[in-house]
């Protein structure tokens, strides 16, 4: 795949992620300059399928189907949605069109609403031919912006591990837990959560992960495992309750995790079971810290609990599970008796209370409106 930073300007002393092992990308444009390649996270870890998206459709059902997945990436890849949108038909009717069918394809990540709407800011006013130009660099730049981004997380975090490390006399592993893949996987670069780990580990820093399973789509043990793997970060994947008992047990030093949507009160939105990984950190005394790149934070929810839409999936995705047989073949088995009742709700939201703080771009915020605002004061009111 062709780098998607190869047009952008902003990212000219950023590297696109960790130089340790094999790098990847998980969308670029195609060669041909205007298609869009994306990694199918839905084939992964047991096959890395390229897959080339030339439509609007394409890049509504990719995030829809979770080919992509991850807060910033689904920002990324509806932004490339309305380039490819504009290739098409650069019409006001179809800008429109398009940012409708793009915002329905997944309600939780408020990144998704962000690129859309910054596309149409940037390209409402243009004539049609500027337009379908415009488009492309914009997307670009929302990439590219991204890959920089996750980058300062990293730096802002990085401390935090590196403080963890001095404090071990003996020199012990720094043991970080997270949930769910908010890695490279789920953005252009870097990852959020991930980042500080990257880095870390870069800096010769001996960094372990506890992967969370992450049931029901298994993100930590399908994606993040493969992502930390081929970076060479040691890591462990284990089943989604147990967490609790490594806290207890002194096997954690620091939970870090994404989030789909920050409310500008500090409650963070993020895969279903980060709340009961919190509740079990400040039982037990653990840092537990959420990074996020600023286009995560929605300013006009004051109320994350109350007001951000948790998004409820098909009941497939708990009921069904897929993996490699010894032979190879990857086969879906059922798990529950038939027509048993199932509920799949996707995120929860874990309270501001819970949260030791923000990891962001600019810095560490305190989870709270003026925490977020004396970081941010050109969007929040402390
Ligand atoms: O349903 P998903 O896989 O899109 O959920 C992803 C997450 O919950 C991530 O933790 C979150 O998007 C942060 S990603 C940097």
């Given at each position: ?10 990212t000219?002393t950023i ?17 041909d300059?205007?298609a ?7 084939l ?25 997945r991850g ?16 290739h ?28 859309v ?6 390209l409402g ?21 991204d ?21 071990k ?20 670069g870097?990852?959020?959560?991930t ?16 992967v ?7 993100q ?26 490594l ?8 939970c ?30 653990v ?5 996020l ?24 995705e ?5 993996g ?22 996707a ?7 819970l949260?030791?703080?923000?990891i ?20 929040g009111?402390?």
């Amino acid at each position: 795949m062709t780098s998607a930073t190869t047009t952008a300007t902003t990212t000219a002393t950023i590297p696109e992620g960790p130089s340790t092992g094999a790098p990847f990308h998980t969308i670029a444009l195609a060669e041909d300059g205007w298609a869009v390649d994306i990694l199918d996270q839905t084939l992964l870890p047991h096959r890395e399928v390229t897959v080339r998206m030339e439509t609007l459709e394409d890049a509504a059902h990719a995030i829809f189907s979770m080919q992509v997945r991850g807060a910033p990436l689904i920002g990324a890849t509806a932004a490339y949605g309305m380039a490819l949108a504009m290739h098409a038909d650069a019409s006001d009717d179809n800008l429109d069109a398009a940012a409708k069918t793009l915002v329905a394809t997944r309600p939780t990540a408020v990144n998704l609403a962000w690129a859309v709407d910054e596309m149409r800011r940037v390209l409402g006013s243009l004539g049609a031919n500027a337009r379908r130009e415009a488009a492309y660099v914009r997307a670009t730049e929302i990439a590219a912006e991204d890959i920089a981004i996750n980058h300062g997380i990293g730096t802002s975090g990085l401390p935090l591990l590196e403080e963890i490390a001095a404090s071990k006399t003996g020199g012990e592993r720094v043991n970080v837990l997270t949930h769910c893949n908010a890695g490279i996987l789920a953005t252009v670069g870097w990852g959020t959560a991930t980042a500080p780990i990257y880095l870390a580990h870069e800096k010769g820093l001996d960094v372990h992960v506890w992967v969370d399973e992450t049931r029901p789509r298994n993100q930590g043990a399908s994606l993040t495992a493969w992502e930390l793997g081929r970076h060479g970060v040691p890591h462990t994947v284990i089943a989604d309750n147990t967490g609790g008992h490594l806290m207890q047990q002194g096997q954690v030093d620091i939970c870090i995790t994404g989030t789909d949507r920050t409310a500008a009160n500090g409650d963070v939105a993020n895969k279903i079971g980060t709340y009961l990984k919190a509740l079990a950190a400040q039982d037990n005394g653990v840092p537990f810290y959420v990074a996020l790149p600023s286009p995560t934070i929605d300013w006009t929810i004051t109320d994350g609990i109350k007001d951000i839409p948790i998004e409820q999936r098909a009941a497939e995705e708990v009921s069904w599970i897929s993996g490699r047989t010894e032979a190879g073949e990857v086969e879906r088995v059922c798990l529950v008796p038939a027509d048993t009742a199932v509920a799949n709700y996707a995120f929860d939201v874990t309270p501001a209370r819970l949260v030791t703080g923000l990891i962001t771009e600019r810095g560490i915020a305190e989870a709270s409106r003026g925490g977020l605002a004396k970081l941010f004061p050109e969007y929040g009111k402390a």
